[in-house]
C-alpha cells in the first residue's frame, strides 16, 4: 500500500518516486517491537505499578485523605485482569470523569482535586492486562489535573511527550490500517478536482502540508489535463518546521517533474492573518484546512480561526474543512464541560478500537503512548470553560459565517463509499448536511465539508 499513491480514482495507482517509508527517513530505534523491548528490560520502580508504563510513574502513588470536607472516600481497588473490562468498572471511572469536570467548571477546586486523586488511586492499583480504556481515562484525567488549577501535583501525572522525536511510524500505522488519514485527502482532492475543471491554473494554500501525502494523487489527476500549472502555498505554523516544509516542497517537485506538470511551492509563516495579504493570487485558490490530523498536537487551535479569516480575504474559490468530529468548530462553544468529557470518551474509545482491531498489540501500544495521548490531552487544554473563553473562541471561527456549505457530489459520496469499504465492515460512509462522515461503528471519526464564499 506503501508503494505507491491512490489517484482520485480508487482503483487506479499512480506511481510515487518518494515512498512514504523513505521520506520518514525511520532508524531501527522506531520500530514498536525494539521500543517495547527496551521498555520491558528497564527496572522496574515498583511493583505494584507493573501494568502502567514506567514513564507515567514518578515515585510513590500520592496518599489520598479520607473523611476530609469535600474530598471522595477512596478506598482500596484491586482489580483482576479481566474486571477492567466489567461494566460496573467502567461505570465508576466515567462517572469520577464527569463529576470531577463538573467540579472543576464550577471552579470547585477541592472536590476537583479528591477526585483526580481517587481515579488515580484506582488506575494504580489496577491489576492484569492494560487495556486502552484505561488509557484514555489516564489522558482525560491528566486533562482535569491541567484545567484544575489549585489541584496537587500528583506523582503520577507529568508532562506527556512522545518517545520518538518524529513519531512517524505511528503515522505510518495509522495511514497503513485505518482510512482516517486516507478518506479526508481523498474527499478534499475530488472536490477540488470538480471545483476546478477547466482551470489553467491551480493554487492550494495548505494550513499544514507535513509530509505532502495528500498532494501527489491529485498531482497526477492534474497532469492528465492540458496545459494545467499547479502551485501549493504551505503555511508554517512553527518557523522551527520551516527546513522540513522546505524539504517536503522539493520532494513534491521532483515528483511534479517526473509527470511533467507544471509546479511551484512556496511557504510562508502564520503569525497573522494580514499575512496573507502578501499571498499573489491569479490562480484559481483553493482553501485547504485538515484540522482532524493527530500530529497538531500542542499547536493552539486559534491558528486554525486566523487561517480561516487570512483566506477570506483572499478571492478563493473554495474552503476544503476536514474536523475531528469531537473537536466541532460549530457545536464546541456550546458545549458544558461535562458533556465534552462525555463525548470524548465515547469518541476516543471508538477511535483506539478502529485501530486496535486491525493492528498488533505492540503497534497499538506505540500508536496510544506517542499519538493519541497527546492528542486527547491538548483537546481537554483547549476546549473553552467560561463565558470568556468560549466568545474569543466563538469570534476565531466567526470567520466560517462568511462562507455557505457546499453539498458533496454524488462521485464524491460514491468513491469515499468505495475506498473506505475496503477497510471492512465496521467502517462505513454517512453523508448528511453536506457532511461526509467517516463513522467507526457507530460513532463519527472525522467529518469533510466544503465551503465557498458568500458573495453578496
Not at 102 to 125: P, T
Not at 195 to 211: K, N, P, R, Y
Request: with cysteine; aromatic share 10%.
Amino acid at each position: 500500500m506503501f508503494s505507491s499513491f491512490q489517484s482520485s480514482s480508487v482503483n487506479e495507482q499512480v506511481y510515487c518516486p518518494f515512498e512514504p517509508k523513505n521520506m520518514y527517513l525511520l532508524q531501527n530505534l522506531h520500530n514498536p517491537e525494539t521500543i517495547l523491548n527496551m521498555q520491558a528490560n528497564k527496572p522496574k520502580l515498583t511493583t505494584i505499578h507493573k501494568n502502567f508504563p514506567d514513564e507515567w510513574l514518578i515515585g510513590e502513588p500520592l496518599q489520598i485523605q479520607e473523611n476530609e470536607e469535600n474530598t471522595v472516600s477512596s478506598t482500596e481497588y484491586t482489580y483482576g485482569s479481566d474486571d477492567l473490562q466489567d461494566m460496573e468498572c467502567k461505570s465508576t471511572l466515567v462517572d469520577l470523569l464527569l463529576k470531577g469536570a463538573g467540579a472543576v467548571e464550577a471552579s470547585d477546586w477541592a472536590l476537583a482535586s479528591s477526585i483526580i486523586s481517587r481515579i488515580s488511586s484506582i488506575l494504580l492499583n489496577i491489576k492484569g492486562e492494560y487495556t486502552t480504556f484505561s488509557d484514555i481515562v489516564f489522558y482525560l484525567t491528566q486533562g482535569l489535573h491541567y484545567k484544575c488549577q489549585n489541584a496537587p501535583q500528583s506523582h503520577l501525572f507529568h508532562e506527556l511527550v512522545p518517545t520518538q522525536k518524529e513519531p512517524m511510524s505511528a503515522f505510518q500505522m495509522l495511514q497503513e490500517l485505518s482510512p482516517y488519514l486516507k478518506i479526508s485527502q481523498f474527499i478534499a482532492n475530488q472536490a477540488i478536482l470538480e471545483a476546478t475543471q477547466g482551470e489553467d491554473e491551480v493554487h492550494v494554500i495548505d494550513l499544514d502540508i507535513m509530509e505532502g501525502i495528500q498532494w501527489p494523487p491529485l498531482m497526477a489527476d492534474l497532469a492528465q489535463r492540458k496545459e494545467v500549472s499547479f502551485r501549493i502555498t504551505a503555511i508554517v505554523l512553527d518557523p522551527q518546521n520551516a527546513d522540513t516544509i522546505q524539504q517536503t516542497g522539493r520532494r513534491l517537485t521532483e515528483f511534479a517533474e517526473s509527470i511533467n506538470l507544471t509546479f511551484r511551492f512556496d511557504k510562508m509563516i502564520l503569525r497573522e492573518e494580514d499575512d496573507f495579504n502578501n499571498i499573489d493570487v491569479n490562480q484559481a485558490v483553493i482553501a485547504n484546512c485538515m484540522v482532524h490530523q493527530l500530529h497538531m498536537n500542542r499547536r493552539n487551535f486559534s491558528f486554525v480561526g486566523t487561517f480561516l479569516k487570512g483566506v477570506r480575504k483572499l478571492s478563493i474559490k473554495m474552503v476544503t474543512l476536514v474536523e475531528e468530529e469531537l473537536f466541532n468548530f460549530t457545536k464546541v462553544s456550546s458545549l458544558s464541560l461535562v458533556e465534552f468529557f462525555s463525548e470524548a470518551i465515547q469518541h476516543y474509545t471508538a477511535f483506539s478500537d478502529s485501530l486496535a482491531h486491525n493492528s498488533t498489540s505492540a503497534g497499538f501500544r506505540l500508536f496510544a503512548k506517542d499519538i493519541l495521548g497527546l492528542r486527547v490531552l491538548d483537546c481537554v487544554k483547549n476546549f473553552p470553560i467560561n463565558q470568556e473563553e468560549k466568545l474569543l473562541w466563538y469570534h476565531r471561527f466567526s470567520s466560517l459565517q462568511d462562507f455557505k456549505p457546499v453539498p458533496m457530489s454524488a462521485h464524491n459520496i460514491s468513491q469515499a463509499k468505495l475506498l473506505v469499504s475496503l477497510y471492512g465492515r465496521s467502517y462505513w460512509v454517512g453523508h448528511e448536511n453536506c457532511r461526509l462522515s467517516l463513522y467507526w461503528e457507530t460513532r463519527p471519526l472525522v467529518t469533510a465539508t466544503i465551503w465557498s464564499p458568500n458573495r453578496g
